[in-house]
């Protein structure tokens, strides 16, 4: 990014607002990266704009010198649409939890997904409510113990990337709080995609629902349990890149890479919805035999920007029609004269 | 043919059919002639609550009222003169309402023993034919034979010809009441202009109603209602929705902002929807969202771009925005709220009229959530209230809620309307630079207590608002407990300070002294209106003063009151507006309630009048 362009620094991102998350907290990382990117992507600050519902993630407007709106439960999305609908200039950036975006904003989520509004959505999923101290959320795990589930919850947990994708999201990708350096490649992608793109970022919290990623994010289970996904490249994992995937018939399977060639593994497309459709599925609790949980960019897909086919239809009514003229209106199509 | 001629003040027609039978358009087409005629009108259609109901069935009957005369015609009319019915269901709804000697003009076709049954008369109960019908003048007219043999030649199967079956009516009517029918040869022709065979076939429909009228010698009267003393001026025919869409298309224009309108389909709220969608080339955005909530947060959304954001609903849609409403407080950006009231609670009554969210929206949020509230008193004042709906919001930065409701919003009335250059510019100013030395505050406020409008995109502006409890000037989260109490409190004066910027209360008719005063609010004032000049011209010592600014009240509104003996406040509700003035001035407001989802007729206020006045006759005598 030529630094011509840039009009600020990591550092100028830091407001003068005390950060509040709990020590430890994942959140600290994710604004890290956030912090540490932003500068690099060729955007005035001045056109950022973060909006946040509520929870612990939504706090995040608060701590970023930029444009902020922390707005109500679940709907930074809706107010995130009719911003960009009248402004489509700016940079938007959705900070959203598991429960704002997927409980009590379920609803704006997909539908933003389905215009394919250009914004950026950060999911951060903790699968727990944390900001009302550790009630379970949709994305917490069938059977878990919470506050609110002393008996084990029965719920069956949302697949955030195929809720995604089932709305016809245009941009579809995972990361993890504790990888800085794919976070922030992800953040990039998310950045640089034209839609609506979500980047779901497993999120740790560590008071009330601490190592729920444990396995995918430390160093001597990760390797075993993740697939770091890239464009043209086969899907290898393991321990010692000694594993890959092959595709048989829609079925996903483990193979060793001592007995098969990696020209038969399967090789990820980013543009393929069908196949991504897969991916977004290995979503097994893991074990030994399970398949890893795959980050990276799912699905990446160009398609017009609601934003935009509304200026374009604006514009065509206007050559259509003329511009409006306001006494042309008033009077109408039928007027009379009383003298 | 010899005919008496009769003059009329005024008239009041129901045009009632089924829902097919093109009613609405025969409703306004009289309307439209007779409004270039010179008189003055006020309607109101009544459409089934049923999208396709069944045919023939009371619950399928679609009606339009029409009150014309030589006057000020300030309602659709209480009691109808004349009963136009295409079926039998059409009479059994409205005859009720009809006048005593009033005029019944019936399609005996629409009386065949199928339609009887439909409308579940009896077996073999025929009311053209059982007497029951005594006292009324009744001319029966087989509408569809006349206007299948008008049509014989033309070509045009049974089903298509029947479809003018309405025209003839139209005729009828026209050649009743004098009138030319050069305006529905225009829009006829206008309207079917790709198909030459079916506006001669309408034309030829309509003159055979006329002719009938001419040569048949079932009536001998004919009724001539003159002109109305109008102001000069250009004027066109508007509904309440129509005026509404139009005056924040005004506001817009004038504040040179881009009019975004976030909603959702709901009755009786969707047609501001369709009006402003057809005018993008006004850079109208118009934004049907995915629900209620969305709707007003896109607004929202698009007020703190910069836009003008409205967002339009009916009673159930405004309570899911209730919190997405004080979060704009609390943000402090301009945001429009139009509520287009009907009967409720919860779905209630969805295409019938009511005044019933005036407490929903003046208190209706939760905490300490002022918000300002103004309300239309007629289908072109919508026009106004909503211009000044949005003034309000942009000058304050405060969400301001317009009421309407479906009995303005569906009515309609002739228009003196205005030019754009009559209209007030409203001033709107971004904030361009640092406010206090070399930072921004958000929340520094000016002399109205609005804050500065720093939309994104501005650089050394950045800031960041939200729904929490702000600090006073920087915006910042505070949880300080003497800050949250002057926050509440400078919300609150702002909000009140809105008093010094809107016009004093006046009398509408009467003395300012008068015993008796009617305060009324939004939708109820033509039927006041009415009811007090009748009053006024037997003599009696009443007035008349109509509230369109709810929140704030005018300044003057208390010392008005208390010029007046008895305060009389005559609402669609349960009671509400007297609940506000009793809280606020502590005067003795007695209260005329009708919660019938019907419009208040001039007799329901007459008789609480005289009731009062009868109750306090000693005091007033010893005065």
Redesign the interface.
């Known amino acids: 990014m030529s630094t011509d362009i840039n009009?600020f620094t990591a550092k100028d991102l830091i407001?003068d607002?005390e950060v509040r998350w709990c020590p430890g907290c994942g959140d600290y990382s994710i604004l890290k990266q956030v912090q540490t990117v932003l500068p690099e992507l060729g955007l005035?600050?001045?056109?950022?704009?973060f909006?946040s519902g509520?929870g612990c993630s939504s706090r995040f407007?608060?701590y970023?010198?930029?444009?902020?709106?922390?707005?109500?439960h679940g709907?930074a999305t809706?107010?995130?649409?009719?911003?960009?609908?009248?402004?489509n200039?700016?940079s938007v950036w959705i900070i959203t939890g598991d429960g704002d975006s997927l409980s009590i904003g379920g609803?704006?989520f997909i539908?933003l997904l389905r215009r394919n509004f250009n914004v950026n959505i950060l999911l951060f999923n903790n699968e727990i409510y944390g900001l009302t101290k550790g009630q379970y959320s949709p994305t917490t795990q069938t059977g878990q113990v919470t506050k609110s589930s002393p008996y084990g919850a029965l719920d069956h947990a949302f697949n955030p990337a195929a809720l995604c994708l089932g709305a016809d999201a245009s941009f579809v990708a995972r990361s993890m709080d504790r990888d800085p350096l794919h976070l922030r490649q992800m953040l990039k992608r998310t950045h640089e995609h034209q839609g609506a793109a979500v980047l779901e970022i497993y999120q740790n919290c560590n008071v009330f629902n601490d190592g729920a990623f444990e396995v995918f994010t430390e160093k001597t289970t990760k390797k075993g349990n993740t697939l770091f996904v890239t464009h043209g490249e086969p899907l290898i994992f393991g321990e010692s890149n000694n594993k890959g995937i092959v595709l048989e018939g829609t079925t996903p399977r483990v193979v060793d890479l001592e007995n098969t060639s990696t020209n038969d593994l399967w090789i990820h497309d980013e543009q393929d919805r069908n196949k991504a459709n897969i991916l977004v599925r290995m979503f097994d609790n893991p074990s030994d035999d399970s398949l890893p949980r795959p980050f990276g960019v799912f699905y990446s897909e160009n398609r017009p920007c609601y934003e935009d086919l509304?200026i374009e239809?604006?514009e065509?009514?206007?050559n259509?029609?003329?511009?409006?003229n306001?006494?042309a209106?008033?009077?109408?199509k039928?007027?009379?004269?009383?003298? | 043919m010899n005919f008496s001629t009769e003059v009329k003040e005024d008239v009041t027609i129901m045009f009632a059919g089924d829902s097919g039978d093109g009613i609405q358009l025969t409703g306004a087409q009289f309307t439209?002639t007779t409004?270039?005629f010179?008189n003055d009108i006020s309607t109101f259609p009544n459409f089934p609550a049923e999208i396709r109901a069944p045919q023939g069935t009371v619950a399928g009957v679609s009606g339009f009222q029409l009150h014309f005369g030589s006057a000020k015609m300030n309602t659709p009319g209480d009691e109808l003169d004349v009963l136009v019915v295409m079926n039998a269901a059409a009479l059994k709804v409205n005859l009720k309402n009809l006048k005593k000697g009033g005029i019944i003009v019936a399609n005996t076709d629409g009386f065949d023993p199928k339609n009887l049954k439909l409308a579940k008369y009896p077996e073999g109960v025929n009311p053209l034919k059982n007497g029951s019908l005594e006292g009324f003048k009744v001319y029966e007219i087989d509408v569809t034979k006349h206007t299948k043999s008008a049509l014989q030649d033309s070509g045009l199967g049974t089903k298509e010809a029947e479809r003018s079956k309405n025209m003839f009516v139209l005729g009828f009517i026209y050649w009743m009441y004098n009138r030319n029918l050069d305006n529905t040869i225009k829009f006829i022709e206008e309207k079917f202009k790709k198909r030459p065979d079916i506006i001669e076939a309408n034309l030829k429909v309509l003159h055979a109603g006329f002719n009938f009228g001419e040569t048949s010698e079932a009536v001998g009267t004919r009724y001539e209602v003159k002109?109305a003393p109008?102001?000069?001026?250009?004027?066109?025919?508007?509904m309440g929705n129509q005026a509404t869409a139009?005056g924040l298309?005004?506001a817009a224009?004038k504040s040179g902002l881009?009019l975004?309108y976030?909603t959702y389909p709901i009755t009786p709220a969707s047609d501001i929807l369709h009006e402003l969608s057809k005018?993008?080339?006004?850079?109208?955005?118009t934004?049907q969202?995915?629900?209620e909530?969305?709707a007003v947060?896109?607004?929202?959304?698009?007020?703190?771009?910069?836009?003008l954001?409205v967002t339009g609903s009916s009673g159930p849609g405004i309570a899911l925005k209730t919190?997405?409403i004080?979060?704009a407080l609390m943000?402090e950006l301009p945001l429009v709220i139009v509520n287009v009231q009907r009967g409720g609670p919860s779905t209630g009554l969805p295409t019938k009229t009511e005044q019933a969210d005036l407490l929903q929206a003046v208190y209706g949020r939760n905490g300490e959530a002022p918000v300002a509230v103004v309300a239309a008193k007629t289908p072109s004042n919508c026009f106004d209230m909503v211009f000044e709906a949005c003034r309000l919001a942009l000058e304050f930065m405060t969400p301001v809620m317009f009421l309407s409701d479906g009995y303005i919003a569906n009515g309609a009335e002739p228009w003196r309307?205005?030019?754009?250059n009559d209209l007030k510019a409203i001033p709107v100013s971004f904030a361009k630079e640092k406010n206090q030395g070399d930072k921004f505050m958000p929340y520094l406020r000016d002399e109205k207590l609005a804050r500065p409008w720093a939309?994104?995109?501005?650089?050394?502006?950045?800031?960041?608002?939200?729904?929490?409890e702000k600090e006073d000037i920087t915006g910042?989260?505070s949880y300080d407990p003497d800050n949250h109490e002057k926050m509440v409190k400078t919300r609150a004066a702002k909000i009140a300070g809105i008093a010094s910027y809107i016009p004093l209360q006046t009398i509408d008719q009467g003395a300012e002294n008068a015993d008796v005063l009617l305060l009324g609010w939004g939708g109820t004032y033509g039927a006041l209106r009415n009811a007090v000049s009748e009053l006024l011209a037997e003599g009696l010592s009443v007035a008349h003063a109509h509230l369109t600014y709810l929140n704030p009240f005018p300044k003057n509104l208390e010392s008005l009151l208390r010029k007046h003996k008895y305060i009389l406040i005559p609402e669609l509700n349960n009671g509400q507006l007297v609940k506000i003035i009793r809280d606020k001035f502590l005067i003795d407001a007695q209260s005329l309630t009708k919660i019938q989802g019907l419009p208040f007729y001039t007799t329901d206020i007459k008789n609480a009048v005289y009731a009062i006045l009868k109750k306090h006759s000693e005091n007033l005598v010893c005065n």
Request: with cysteine.
């Open positions: 009009n407001t607002q005035k600050r001045e056109d950022i704009v909006i509520i407007p608060y970023m010198e930029t444009y902020g709106m922390h707005s109500i709907r809706a107010i995130a649409s009719g911003l960009k609908s009248v402004r200039d700016l609803n704006h539908h509304m239809q604006v065509e009514v206007t259509k029609f003329g511009k409006g306001l006494d209106l008033l009077r109408g039928s007027v009379y004269e009383i003298k | 439209d409004a270039l010179g002109p109008m102001p000069k001026g250009m004027y066109r025919g508007i139009l298309i005004a224009e881009n975004f976030g005018f993008k080339n006004f850079g109208v955005k934004y969202a995915e629900d909530i969305a947060c896109a607004a929202i959304g698009a007020s703190f771009g910069g836009a954001g919190e997405a004080g979060l943000l309307f205005p030019l754009a939309v994104p995109g501005v650089a050394g502006l950045e800031h960041r608002i939200g729904g929490i910042n989260i």
